[in-house]
């Protein structure tokens, strides 16, 4: 069993940066790829960009060069860190792994960009 906590959403003028947090449960973390998420109202929920067990990285094309995600095993944490935010990044953040047959899904941290 997995559970998904994000936090750090907010709002944030255009160029502006935030990092999200995503806190899990459950001892098999450190084997578990991790992903981002988000989704826009009125659309589908899309891929942000992933981070493996052993920390290689992969991004959507709409945010390579502006997010990073990174991972903590230690402490159970993944990072989304956001810079150049833009307002069409403006979303619900989820944070989401899979395993057993089995996914998991955060509640969601709000981010809005706009001036």
């Known amino acids: 069993q997995v559970q998904l906590v994000e936090s750090g959403g907010g709002s944030v003028q255009p160029g502006g940066s935030l990092r999200l947090s995503c806190a899990a449960s459950g001892s098999i973390f450190s084997r578990l790829t991790m992903g981002w998420y988000r989704q826009a109202p009125g659309s589908q929920r899309e891929l942000v960009g992933t981070?493996?067990?052993?920390?290689?990285?992969n991004y959507a094309d709409s945010v390579k060069g502006r997010f990073t995600i990174s991972r903590d095993n230690a402490k159970k944490m993944v990072y989304l860190q956001m810079n150049s935010l833009k307002p069409e990044d403006t979303a619900v953040y989820y944070c989401?792994?899979?395993?057993?047959?089995?996914?998991?899904w955060g509640q969601g941290t709000q981010v809005t960009v706009s001036s």
């Open positions: 981070i493996s067990t052993g920390g290689n990285t």
């Open positions: 989401n792994t899979a395993a057993y047959s089995s996914v998991w």
